[in-house]
């Protein structure tokens, strides 16, 4: 890695780092209770507080009193949860302290008196109270191209609009995470015929998958000033930027030729700083131009956790499936429910991701596989490393098990009889046939080479002779298919300037190479 010895020794500088003349400091101001009614909200106490120079609420937004939502989602989130209004889940901010240093507005936003009153109706909290309630979300639409070409295509030009004009852009233009179904063979009539043949095996059953929160290095971080021009400059921990400029002019009714964003790195992401980067971002952004001076706002571990939520998408799925008395999987019928949190997020790309791949890399000709997203009152989920994947792979390798555990026959034996063989088996993988597969070979290979079948005796023996110490091993086949996020591409613009050897005193032509990638800080 290029950057590894500047990285390692602290030399490089990420978005906490940058310094500006003038530099004032933010906090959020996060709600306690959700959902319920905000009476009001009280900043005098926190006025009252040494560096005290602004508070930034609701109001200072002028574009739909603050908005935002993830390109295409069905429904987005309010910047801050204004007066009369409702807060949606515990930790969604409802306003900005500015104060000299970081310190003094961390110590005024705990300051912030904010009035609370029962709300409509009681919240809804987990899958199983929001399966009972019929809380889902319910608009299915379609995928969204992300690359440039693409997206202008979809919404139109990027430039010469309003921020009024570019939200009513991405509002029309729907990612929802409604029901969706993958249907092949006659599941039914083969999940009949194994619990009918007595030499067949036949499971069902439920798996609950937990969440799994974010714990990046560096927490989202943005510097928001104004230039000589009246630009707004904005140097954000962001893994989209074009969508955080789009966001930000929108929220202040600019165009967005009024918006700079830069990204240098990010300390660590795995998909925290996607969506969940655009709280940080456009309040920053919204305190900087109204108090037109540098604002520097870096969340605290506790703030950045409450917005990100369990970020993994907790998940549960039941199932029926069978097996012939080969070690052959005939049937699977999975309804998998995913918990979105209040507002849609990337759960509709997370639960495509599901769906699509349950078959993971078996061959299995009776399948019927069911998706739907529920909505609570919990902070909106997002993308986490192989967002989805995890969670079809965990599935499947799960009710892999079960069958084991049923027919007496070695999990690693099952994995082994299922596996596609040939390419054309692969058509109905996520993205297939896979050209050139050669899945099979690799396991068969990985099996051989690390022993498996032996040294799972071993272990095997091992626990019998042993009460209280227990050993394990095992292995899973599995596959990672890119989706058109990944197939998009960049452009890179390479420039080769030989004017630099005619000058003689820099050695020779340079090469200078632009892409439009962020580094991530994941290798």
Known sequence: KVEAKEQASGQTI????????????????????????????????????????????????PFAAGSFAALGEQQGENLFAPVDGETLFVGQPVGLVVCS?????????????????????????????????????DALGPDIPLEPAALEAALGPMTGNTGDELMAKVSDYVWGPGKRVVNRGDVEAALQASKDADDQTYVEGTLQIGGQSHFAMEKH???ATTDEQGRLVIYASTQLPDHTRL???????????????????????????????????????????????????????????????TARHPTKSTYRAAMNSD?????????????????TGFAGFVAGEVLKNIESVYNIPNLRHE???????????????????????????NIVEHLAAASGIPAT???????CETEEATSTMHGGPVRKYNGKALWDHICASSELVSRKAAVDEFNGRNKWKKRGISAIPMKYGHAWVFAAGANVQVSIQAADAAIGAWGGPSV????PCIEMGQG
Not at 265 to 275: C, I, T, V
Not at 372 to 395: D, M, S
Not at 413 to 419: K, Q, W
Not at 512 to 515: L, S
């Open 371 to 397: 998706t739907r997203v529920v909505k609570t009152n919990t902070a909106t989920n997002g993308a986490v490393r192989g967002p989805g994947l995890v969670q079809a792979i965990a599935i499947t390798e």
């Open 221 to 223: 971080t943005c510097v």
């Open 413 to 419: 034996e099952i994995r082994t009889n299922n596996i």
């Open 512 to 515: 200078k190479v632009f892409q």
């Open 101 to 137: 240093s970081r310190r003094e507005a961390e110590a005024a936003a705990q300051c912030v008196a904010v009035e609370y009153a029962d709300p409509a109706a009681p919240g809804v909290y987990t899958i199983a109270e929001a399966e009972a309630a019929g809380s889902y979300f």
């Open 247 to 309: 966001l930000v002019a929108a929220n202040l009714g600019l165009d967005v030729s009024k918006v700079q964003i830069i990204v240098k790195r990010l300390g660590g992401s795995y998909g925290a700083k996607l969506d969940k980067s655009f709280w940080s971002t456009i309040a920053c952004t919204v305190a900087a131009n109204k108090l037109r001076r540098p604002v520097h706002l870096q969340n605290d571990i506790h703030t950045d956790m409450k917005l990100m939520g």
């Open 14 to 61: 990420y978005h906490d780092d940058i310094q500006l003349s003038g530099q004032v400091y933010a906090a959020l101001v996060t709600c306690t209770r959700a959902p319920a009614k905000i009476v009001s909200i009280d900043a005098s106490a926190a006025a009252s507080m040494p560096g005290f120079v602004a508070f930034i609420d609701s109001t200072d937004a």
């Open 327 to 343: 070690g052959k999987i005939t049937a699977f019928d999975v309804v998998s429910t995913l918990n979105g949190g209040r507002c």
